[in-house]
């Protein structure tokens, strides 16, 4: 039985000196493969030497979050490509979208941040349609903007995930309708969850793909600690009781096709 961590962020362990004990106690939960996640410039070189180093155990994506576009956003990502020249390329492209949760309250600055989201997002959901790979989507406050965006790509929606999932059945439906999917983290194991244990019920086991986005969101029993890998079961666990399902396998081979790895 191995679970699959598909979103994690792990630099801030890295630059700690705790990465190899969070790997340790990674194995010892049964965690055998992560993808740690790239956000900015500002990680995606310790990223690919993390994966060269851990080859087979860590995997790496390239992608500018929304929250750190800005005014210079084509500049911060004018080196994304070529990570997909590098002696070991990425696993996927993100995460990249929309995020609208915490815009200023200034209309016109509000809009303007908006607007270079959008053209960020265009541009590396341009990049994603080239190099033909998955995508890992951001969406907070921006579902249908974000929709609407990779609609108008013209990027396979197989290839597309919305990470951290926290919507309902209606937004799912949605991501199905096209060939999209969700993957969902430790809030799943929150309380009073309905509407997001309703979302994981109707997408099913097919596609289901589960993530810690540690060191953020710790599940329960660890909520309100620092997050790992290590704690990726807890959410998988939670999810089969959900589906009433000992889904462990289907999950890791989820994972596995939509990254396009091989063990």
Request: proline share 5%.
């Amino acid at each position: 039985m191995s679970w699959f961590d598909t979103h994690c962020h792990l630099q801030s362990f890295h630059k700690k000196g705790e990465l190899e004990s969070v790997l340790q106690r990674a194995d010892e939960n049964g965690v055998s493969r992560m993808v740690t996640v790239g956000t900015s410039p500002g990680d995606w070189a310790d990223y690919l030497e993390l994966s060269i180093k851990y080859c087979g155990r860590i995997d790496y994506s390239v992608g500018l979050h929304p929250g750190y576009v800005d005014e210079n956003w084509a500049d911060q990502i004018s080196s994304l490509p070529t990570f997909w020249q590098s002696n070991k390329s990425p696993v996927a492209l993100g995460e990249i979208g929309l995020d609208y949760f915490r815009l200023p309250k200034e209309p016109e600055l509000a809009e303007q941040i908006i607007n270079w989201q959008k053209e960020a997002l265009r541009r590396q959901l341009l990049w994603a349609r080239q190099f033909d790979c998955p995508i890992i989507i951001h969406s907070r406050a921006a579902f249908d903007d974000c929709v609407e965006e990779i609609d108008r790509s013209g990027v396979n929606w197989e290839r597309v995930v919305f990470h951290c999932f926290t919507e309902g059945v209606a937004q799912i439906k949605k991501l199905m309708e096209r060939g999209g999917r969700a993957s969902f983290t430790g809030i799943l194991t929150f309380p009073k969850n309905d509407q997001l244990w309703d979302a994981v019920k109707y997408q099913g086991i097919e596609k289901l793909m589960l993530e810690t986005d540690s060191p953020y969101l710790a599940p329960v029993p660890h909520r309100g600690k620092r997050n790992e890998p290590a704690f990726i079961n807890k959410v998988g666990e939670y999810a089969c009781a959900l589906l009433n399902v000992d889904a462990v396998d289907k999950i890791w081979e989820n994972s596995m096709n939509f990254y396009q790895l091989h063990v």
